[in-house]
T-cell receptor, first 113, second 115 residues
């Protein structure tokens, strides 16, 4: 069975500081991994996805994610946070041999000016 | 502009009434999905459809029904059998052809309140 865990309900960072939002996953086969962002009262927007072979994935708005197979993690990172990055972030996983995508519970990011 | 539309944005119903949420996409995607979002629980899959005239139950299908008569449309009916229907409902679609992996594209959501 697939599962994904986002261990932090909330992450607080100061503007200009680096940010990390953590995600760990479990799948029986090879993983397809994604990060999405949700701004208040809106749908989710795709940020980035893991493609086999690229352990560091770059996505929209300056975000990147680091895939670590041995730790089954896919942490979201940004070198310098902006106040406008404040939102709800979801990690998602799909088994490459399957169809369903499982979403984490979400991590709320607050960036303080 | 291509995208997914959901209507209405806000919906209010009395307990015991069925209600249908609309979802339309013009992305030419084969697959469509319905999710329910509750605070602190992430997104939970209600139903999904890989092709026209075919759909499968997700993790929380009880009290919901769907149809997929056209590629562009995937309406969700919340029936009176759904015990706790008040939630934010999100529709999504994905390409499912060409090189994987396939990200999902989401509509703006419908917030349903049942009293």
């Amino acid at each position: 069975a697939q599962s994904v865990a986002q261990p932090e309900d909330q992450v607080n960072v100061a503007e200009g500081n680096p940010l990390t939002v953590k995600c760990t996953y479990s799948v029986s086969g090879n993983p397809y991994l994604f990060w999405y962002v949700q701004y208040p009262n809106r749908g989710l927007q795709f940020l980035l996805k893991y493609i086999t072979g690229d352990n560091l994935v770059k996505g929209s708005y300056g975000f990147e994610a680091e895939f670590n197979k041995s730790q089954t993690s896919f942490h979201l990172k940004k070198p310098s946070a902006l106040v406008s990055d404040s939102a709800l972030y979801f990690c998602a996983v799909r088994d490459a041999g399957g169809f369903k995508t499982i979403f984490g519970a979400g991590t709320r990011l607050f960036v303080k000016a | 502009d291509g995208g997914i539309t959901q209507s209405p944005k806000y919906l209010f119903r009395k307990e015991g009434q069925n209600v249908t949420l609309s979802c339309e996409q013009n992305l030419n995607h084969d697959a469509m999905y319905w999710y329910r979002q509750d605070p602190g629980q992430g997104l939970r899959l209600i139903y999904y459809s890989q092709i026209v005239n075919d759909f499968q139950k997700g993790d929380i299908a009880e009290g919901y029904s769907v149809s997929r008569e056209k590629k562009e449309s995937f309406p969700l009916t919340v029936t009176s059998a759904q015990k706790n229907p008040t939630a934010f409902y999100l529709c999504a679609s994905s390409r499912e052809v060409g090189p994987a992996p396939y990200e999902q594209y989401f509509g703006p959501g419908t917030r349903l309140t049942v009293t």
